[in-house]
């Protein structure tokens, strides 16, 4: 048989077979043939339009996922192929692994006449794009594909995407030419949001060390097929009971992971837990408990006050979250979240707090302000010559587990309910709770903080002011207030019951 005919055949076992195209066409690192691993080969041959890739990390789920790329860009002509990340850093990362693949492939080199960082176009027309899905670290945004046609959409670490962003995402598949398929891929966070619902609604679920590696149908109505693949777990006593990889990742070096992250991450990141209630401080319950006030129409309110604001650094926004006292019921209420959007200047901010804050929360008490790094030389351009209090918080370890706790304490109580704003539910969702070897408690963030630590600030001038009552004695009115305001019956009456005593 001449090497035009073997070309031909292997071609064609390659178009039925992404396995085999994989382990003939595509190198490794060391220029050798691809040997894949078992739960890979499921993913790759199963033909299922939606799939969820829920895998331990350093599982090969990278991997399985360019493969997948490579094969129908190759195979498919005209195809609209996307993968989006959480943020531009981990898009161009995927991208970056991606472009060294096609290098050492000599074959498909010459199908790619287009090979950009984010964008490639082949020769049969089919395009692979790179890009951010928006609304990550707090930055309130639409994703770039949203508005045009994809064939096939791959979203990477799916737990970290904004709920309201994924929404508007997803349609960008339906209305195409051809079968539209969705690709999820992550590990675990909270037991809420898009990724868990779907994980635990999955119509069929394959793991390659169960059951032969045969599907296991379940009798929910999803439509995603689950591909799980759990790398580890720990014993009894907490050590690394085995690794499903021990080639590539030995036990040795996953009790140096566990002992570097932490019990608790580990558990997460490579034995697929989800946060329970013990290490997820605001858990679920919770949330629905105390986030039950609706968006306020304005931002502005008469009533006795108390803010927290969190001072952004580069790559995070600066939050302000202010919380106002219902006479009626003597408890608090949060409602107001104020962000600046990233690269702000900080003149913007002290102004607004200097001179426009009081006059929109006239009966401002107390403000609690983030005095960690750029937060301690912006705290100096604060006026403190204003009628309430201001608290300097530096973010220490110990200081952060009160801020946490206090706040838990203060929504447990049901003393402190709040407006469930979308990114500090993903924040809250995202939190964590670990114990340090030295049984010590320690809190640590998902991918942003900005609006938990406004929150907890907030909370903690409300506990303050209420422990340390008034820095003066106001009348009910403060100057400022609009003429809409004062003309409001509840404020008149109030003015004067006061005025007779």
């Not at 060294?100 to 498909?108: P, T």
């Not at 001179?355 to 006239?362: D, E, S, T, Y």
Request: charge should be neutral.
């Amino acid at each position: 048989m001449d090497d035009e005919k073997i070309m031909k055949l292997t071609l064609q076992k390659s178009f039925q077979d992404p396995v085999f195209f994989a382990e003939h066409f595509l190198k490794n690192t060391e220029m050798k043939n691809y040997v894949l691993e078992d739960q890979q080969k499921l993913f790759l041959r199963d033909k299922s339009p939606y799939k969820i890739l829920f895998c331990s990390r350093r599982s090969g789920k990278t991997l399985s996922m360019i493969i997948d790329i490579l094969h129908k860009a190759f195979f498919r002509r005209n195809q609209n192929i996307v993968l989006l990340a959480p943020t531009g850093d981990q898009a161009r990362e995927f991208a970056h692994v991606f472009s060294d693949m096609i290098l050492r492939s000599h074959s498909l080199q010459s199908s790619f006449i287009v090979n950009n960082k984010l964008d490639k176009q082949l020769d049969n027309g089919s395009r692979i794009a790179f890009k951010t899905a928006g609304a990550s670290s707090g930055k309130k945004e639409d994703s770039s594909v949203v508005g045009s046609g994809v064939n096939t959409l791959y979203i990477d670490e799916c737990q970290s995407m904004d709920a309201d962003a994924l929404s508007t995402i997803i349609p960008v598949v339906s209305g195409q030419i051809g079968q539209a398929e969705i690709v999820l891929a992550g590990t675990p966070r909270a037991r809420s949001g898009f990724f868990y619902n779907n994980i635990k609604n999955a119509k069929t679920i394959k793991e390659c060390y169960i059951n032969d590696g045969k599907p296991k149908d379940c009798p929910q109505k999803g439509r995603y097929s689950l591909h799980r693949f759990q790398i580890t777990d720990l014993d009894e006593e907490g050590n690394v009971a085995y690794s499903r990889a021990p080639y590539r990742l030995t036990i040795e070096e996953l009790e140096t992971i566990k002992s570097t992250i932490g019990r608790e991450k580990f558990l997460r990141e490579y034995a697929l837990n989800f946060l329970d209630t013990l290490s997820q401080p605001y858990y679920s319950e919770l949330q629905q408990m105390a986030g039950i006030l609706k968006e306020p129409k304005e931002f502005r309110d008469h009533r006795i006050a108390c803010a927290g604001i969190d001072f952004g650094k580069t790559r995070n926004n600066s939050v302000l979250t202010i919380g106002v006292k219902n006479e009626l019921t003597n408890a608090w209420e949060v409602p107001y979240f104020m962000a600046w959007p990233l690269g702000t200047s900080y003149k913007i901010i002290t102004h607004y707090l200097n001179n426009i804050l009081q006059a929109r929360f006239p009966n401002l008490m107390a403000l609690a302000i983030d005095k960690t790094g750029v937060g301690n030389g912006i705290s100096d351009f604060l006026d403190r010559n204003v009628p309430f209090e201001i608290y300097d918080i530096i973010f220490s370890q110990p200081m952060k587990v009160d801020l946490v706790e206090n706040t838990i304490n203060n929504l447990e109580g049901r003393y402190v309910t709040y407006y469930p704003h979308e990114i500090l539910s993903k924040e809250m969702d995202e939190y964590s709770r670990e114990k340090t070897e030295n049984d010590r408690t320690k809190y640590i963030k998902g991918e942003s903080d900005d609006f938990i630590d406004s929150f907890n600030l907030c909370n903690m001038a409300i506990t303050k002011y209420i422990q340390e009552g008034p820095r003066v004695t106001r009348p009910f009115f403060v100057g400022g207030m609009e003429t809409n305001i004062l003309n409001n019956s509840s404020y008149r009456s109030r003015y004067k019951e006061n005025h007779r005593r």
